[in-house]
């Protein structure tokens, strides 16, 4: 049996603990200016929400899925976002009406589905049938919408 080398080999580095606080100190900085978006789960609504996490303000909801809400919360702090635009507000305007206008087709659909299970009218069977039909592609180009939001 070959017999290992006991003592490591590897050079420690000394670190210059200065430079070293100056760049943690620069990174913490940026961080604060961009802000930091966490995901909430709403019991009342039963649907997610993105927070600003300092301020704890409430930037998107409505959102039904976690996993879109992880999606569009990755996509928010990957981006360098400058605090005067989160405070206003203005860029979180369009992306809020196209979560409501999916989340609005979601609904309709399950309105849909409930009365073609329960009606017994032929006329009123087809007619909620292709309502139904129509409501699922605005559901599904409103989903493309909000899955490229950011």
């Known amino acids: 049996m070959i017999s290992l080398v006991s003592r490591s080999t590897h050079k420690k580095v000394k670190l210059n603990k200065r430079v070293i606080g100056k760049k943690l100190d620069k990174i ?4 604060a ?9 709403d019991k009342s609504l039963e649907m997610y929400q993105i927070l ?8 998107l909801t ?3 899925t976690k996993k879109l809400a992880n999606v569009l919360c990755v996509r928010l702090n ?7 635009t989160i405070r206003d507000g203005g860029m979180f305007r369009k992306p809020q009406e196209l979560i409501n206008k999916y989340v609005d ?7 849909y589905r409930h009365t073609m299970k329960t009606t017994k ?3 009123k069977f087809e007619a909620t049938r292709h309502r139904l039909i129509e409501t699922v592609l605005r559901q ?3 989903l493309s919408n909000v899955q490229n939001l950011f």
Do not use: W
């Not at 600003?52 to 930037?59: G, L, P």
């Not at 990957?78 to 005067?84: D, I, P, Y």
């Not at 087709?105 to 309105?111: L, Q, R, S, V, W």
């Open 28 to 31: 913490a900085q940026n961080v």
């Open 33 to 41: 200016k961009r802000g930091v978006f966490v995901i909430s789960y």
């Open 52 to 59: 600003e996490a300092i301020t704890k303000r409430v930037v």
């Open 62 to 64: 409505y959102i039904p």
């Open 78 to 84: 990957s981006k360098k976002l400058h605090q005067q």
């Open 105 to 111: 087709a979601k609904n309709e659909c399950m309105f």
């Open 121 to 123: 009218d032929a006329f």
């Open 140 to 142: 599904k180009y409103a």
